[in-house]
Nanobody, 116 residues
Framework: QVQLAESGGGLVQAGGSLRLSCAASGIGFSINVMGWYRQAPGKQRELVASKATGGSTNVAESVKGRFTISRDNAKNTVYLQMNNLKPEDTAVYYC??????????WGQGTQVTVSS
């Protein structure tokens, strides 16, 4: 079974920081792209940031300059450094991974709550 283990969510005041981690594991699992999505109450799930094995990245306009995505390819782990958090960042954050065979996997989600 492919698993994405997420950690790092929590409660933080506006202006604070959190670092999310996601480690992928599974028999025969080989990852191309890893990233983070989020879903706030009453809103659609949206891409926050993603990073391919080769290093290319996509980052949502709403978090540019505040969030940084990074990867440890050897460990199939992706990180999201979240700085200057705002209340509108409050959401469940989901780790996502896409294998070289175009398989897609999702984590259980980790809650990020930013208070004002």
């Amino acid at each position: 079974q492919v698993q994405l283990a997420e950690s790092g969510g929590g409660l933080v005041q506006a202006g604070g920081s959190l670092r999310l981690s996601c480690a992928a594991s599974g028999i025969g699992f080989s990852i191309n792209v890893m990233g983070w999505y989020r879903q706030a109450p009453g809103k659609q799930r949206e891409l926050v940031a993603s990073k391919a094995t080769g290093g290319s990245t996509n980052v949502a306009e709403s978090v540019k300059g505040r969030f940084t995505i990074s990867r440890d390819n050897a460990k199939n782990t992706v990180y999201l450094q979240m700085n200057n958090l705002k209340p509108e960042d409050t959401a469940v954050y989901y780790c996502n991974a896409e294998g070289w065979g175009r398989e897609t996997y999702w984590g259980q989600g980790t809650q990020v709550t930013v208070s004002s």
